[in-house]
């Protein structure tokens, strides 16, 4: 069973996604009787505004919503990107399946501001937390999961040392890396 918590961050998850794709859609109307490239052709201005209301409470809505998360401390934000966890510990697959389910995925640091934002969700709960990095085909090299290089990376003194038997990454209370077997239970962080 879902926690409220959990219930809450896929709301903010749907609503992010919808709100997300609204406002790039060039179809959604501008300030009302002002028809251009941001109206909707050839409807009257009473639709075209009852949209655009639609959309700005949904703004404010998805904006309550996450000031409200991260005030709790159940997201963190780096640039336009979105972190939270569930606060459950599993394994790898585990991981990226609730993630996946909950319309994220698994979090990786694509910079120094996410690698700090996720930091800052596993120093929350004391826990190491798996990241969307596994090794790839050559033993040692590490990828984030949809095949692309690493271009950040921050690991721990001396690692990775697995020498190819430890396949997925987890990161420390301090921010560094380790790589690990995928079958340990470390902290579920996803990336919205």
Same mark, same amino acid.
């Given at each position: 069973?879902?926690?409220?918590?959990?219930y809450i961050l896929i709301a903010l998850a749907a609503l992010s996604v919808t709100?997300?794709?609204?406002?790039?859609?060039?179809?959604?109307?501008?300030?009302?009787?002002?028809?251009?490239?941001?109206?909707l052709k050839g409807l009257p201005d009473s639709l075209a505004t009852k949209h655009?209301?639609?959309?700005?409470?949904?703004?404010?809505?998805?904006?309550?919503?996450?000031?409200?998360?991260?005030?709790?401390?159940k997201i963190t934000k780096a640039g336009e990107e979105m #972190? =939270? *966890?569930?606060? %459950?510990?599993?394994? #790898? =697959? *585990?991981?990226? %399946?609730?993630?996946?389910? =909950?319309g994220g995925t698994l979090a990786a640091p694509k910079n120094e501001k996410e690698n700090k934002?996720?930091?800052?969700?596993?120093k929350q709960y004391n826990q190491y937390a798996y990241l969307s990095i596994r090794m790839g085909d050559i033993s040692g090299q590490f990828k984030y999961l949809?095949?692309?290089?690493?271009?950040?990376?921050?690991?721990?003194?001396?690692?990775?040392?697995?020498?190819?038997k430890e396949k997925c990454v987890e990161m420390y209370t301090d921010?560094?890396?380790?790589?690990?077997?995928?079958?340990?239970?470390?902290?579920?962080?996803c990336r919205f």
């Amino acid at each position: 069973m879902l926690s409220c918590s959990s219930y809450i961050l896929i709301a903010l998850a749907a609503l992010s996604v919808t709100c997300h794709a609204l406002s790039k859609c060039p179809e959604v109307p501008g300030p009302p009787g002002i028809h251009g490239r941001n109206s909707l052709k050839g409807l009257p201005d009473s639709l075209a505004t009852k949209h655009h209301n639609a959309l700005a409470n949904l703004k404010h809505r998805l904006l309550r919503l996450e000031a409200v998360l991260a005030l709790n401390g159940k997201i963190t934000k780096a640039g336009e990107e979105m #972190f =939270a *966890s569930n606060g %459950q510990r599993t394994h #790898f =697959a *585990s991981a990226l %399946q609730s993630c996946e389910k =909950a319309g994220g995925t698994l979090a990786a640091p694509k910079n120094e501001k996410e690698n700090k934002a996720i930091m800052d969700i596993v120093k929350q709960y004391n826990q190491y937390a798996y990241l969307s990095i596994r090794m790839g085909d050559i033993s040692g090299q590490f990828k984030y999961l949809n095949g692309m290089a690493l271009h950040y990376i921050n690991w721990h003194k001396h690692e990775p040392n697995g020498k190819g038997k430890e396949k997925c990454v987890e990161m420390y209370t301090d921010g560094t890396w380790n790589d690990k077997k995928c079958n340990m239970d470390r902290l579920t962080v996803c990336r919205f």
